[in-house]
Nanobody
Framework: VQLQASGGGLVQPGGSLRLSCAVS????????VSWHRQAPGKQREPVAL???????NYANSVKGRFTISRDNAKNTVYLQMNSLKPEDTAVYYC?????WGKGTQVTVSS
């Protein structure tokens, strides 16, 4: 099983990014998928989850700004991040079943 996260980068406050997590070796639609993030000096924290049913759940800090979605045909999960803030700066990881992706860096700075 491999999880390949991409889409991170440097963006100004108020900007947007879309992260992708391409999954191979398992059927994505059979699993719940989540995004997590870890800022320097802080513990890894959950950001968003999409269940097998398609229902979603978000951390309070990102509600209304982030949207998690999945494309089962492409076996890929996305995290659309809008109205980004400096406190969103972190390495973002996708997580499926017991597997972690390698992470992608998101930096929000002017």
């Amino acid at each position: 099983v491999q999880l390949q996260a991409s889409g991170g980068g440097l963006v100004q406050p108020g900007g947007s990014l879309r992260l992708s997590c391409a999954v191979s070796g398992m059927i994505l639609s059979s699993n719940s998928v989540s995004w997590h993030r870890q800022a320097p000096g802080k513990q890894r924290e959950p950001v968003a989850l999409i269940a097998r049913s398609g229902s979603t759940n978000y951390a309070n800090s990102v509600k209304g700004r982030f949207t998690i979605s999945r494309d089962n045909a492409k076996n890929t999960v996305y995290l659309q991040m809008n109205s980004l803030k400096p406190e969103d700066t972190a390495v973002y990881y996708c997580y499926v079943n017991i597997y972690w992706g390698k992470g992608t860096q998101v930096t929000v700075s002017s």
